[in-house]
Structure formats: structure tokens, C-alpha cells
């Protein structure tokens, strides 16, 4: 897949948001999501600030330095310094111009990552990423969080064959989850089969596994993004070494955290 394929998909993972975010009221903007501190507004404030991130990484490395700085220096005050200096500036906002602050977000970063090579690598938090990787990390920032919004206002929104790209990282990312523990991963591997949105089979890892994940797209997706807790999904996992890793899988970066107990 080349990066302007990758890109089409986070713009309509973006759209599909929008459609349920267009139709909120005044008041479903203060409901609270199920991120601590964080209403629907904190949620489009933090894909807000993340993007004009993002697109500042792509075309200007020394201008997202000075970004990454401010960020750690905000940080000095704990998560409420880094809700201020992230959020804020949408909270400010009056209701009518949240949505509008997003959109031109996404509009930054999608005339930023339309001259990306596919080898391009971008400047992050910690080491740099490969173009692809960006932008699948950004689909998976605007799904995980578009889910906060969508429980948060008991809106629906259809799963699409667009969940492969979150649950290809979910499975590549089973290192990760063990090193941001400080655990030694278990040497077996595992089996990941999913049924998508759209009913194909998606499979990543050896069929002759004796340790397995299977299940819908969806509900695995859920599981690594932390929005619902491993018992809460409907996954069939098999091997101690796969629920091992369902109870700590963890696809977004920073310190180690865990999903709803239930």
C-alpha cells in the first residue's frame, strides 16, 4: 500500500468522525468520555493538536523541535500541564468553533502528507517513523478516540475494512507492549485471525501456532486501542502466551496503561 492510499484512509476514518460530531449539541460537547478528565471536547482538542503536530513533523523538523520542547516543558506541571497547553486552545473556543478547529487540523495535515514519499521518515515522539507507519498511527489516534466520542453520545458508527490498517499494528506492536512494561516477551509465537467488516479473513503470524487470537476485526482493534476491556470483546484467544499479551496489548505509544476492567 502506498502512502496516498493510506492517506485516503485516514481522511475518511476522518469523515466518518465528522458525520458524528456535526450532529452533537451544545451540551453533548461537555459529556464526559471514559479518558479521565476528558470530555468530548478534550477528545477532538487532543486529534486537534496532534495533527497541526503532525503536520508541522512532515514539512518542518526544526519548527516541530520547538513543538516537542513546549510539550516537555508542560509536562513539568503533570497531565494537568500537558491538558492546558494541548487542549486548551480548542476549550476556548465557543461550541460552534470546535469543530471547525479540527477540520482545518486535518486540512493541515492532509496538504502536509500529500507530498510524502513512501520512504519518507517523519520526526516523532522518540524515534522517527516510517511515512506509513505515520499516517497509520494517525488513523489509529482519530478511530480510538472518534470511539471515545461515539460511547461518550451514544451515537453508532459502521465498522470498515479500514480497521485492518489498526489491527496490523496492534499485532506488530506485541513487543512494544512487553518493553513498555519492562517484561521479556514469551518466545511463542502467536496466531492473529480476524473476521473483517466486510467478511474477509485477515491473518497475520504462523497457522501451525498453538497459541491464538481469533475473532472479529473490530472487537480486537477495540481491545489493543484499550476502549474495551479483553473480557468485554468478544476474542477467542488460546495459549497462555496470547492471553498474556491481550491482557497488557497496548497500540499507542507513552507510559503503560490498561483498558476498562469490564
Known sequence: MHVSELLADLLAEAAALDEVLSGL???????ATASPRWNVTDQVAHLTYFDHAAATAIRDAEGFAVM?????????????????????????????????AWRAGRADL???????????????YGPSMGAKSFLTARLM??????????????ASR??????????QLGFITRGWAYANRQLEMPEAEIRLD???????????????SECNVVGYAEDFCLVVTQRRSLQGAGLTVTGEAAL????????FAGPPTTGPER
Open 244 to 251: 498474556e499479551w491481550m491482557k497488557i496489548a497496548q497500540v
Open 68 to 100: 516537542t520542547k513546549a510539550l516537555w516543558d508542560s509536562a513539568a506541571d503533570g497531565d494537568l500541564g500537558v491538558d492546558a497547553h494541548t487542549l486548551d486552545p480548542v476549550r476556548n473556543l465557543p461550541v460552534g468553533q470546535r469543530l471547525d
Open 194 to 208: 480476524l473476521v473483517s467488516p466486510s467478511g474477509e479473513r485477515w491473518t497475520w503470524g504462523p497457522a501451525d
Open 158 to 167: 459502521v465498522a470498515t475494512d479500514r480497521l485492518r490498517h489498526i489491527a
Open 141 to 154: 489516534e482519530c478511530w480510538a478516540h472518534g470511539q471515545d466520542i461515539v460511547d461518550a453520545v451514544g
Open 25 to 31: 449539541t451544545e451540551s453533548q460537547w461537555a459529556l
Open 110 to 124: 492532509e496538504c502536509a502528507a500529500v507530498e510524502l514519499r513512501d520512504d519518507a521518515r517523519v520526526p516523532w
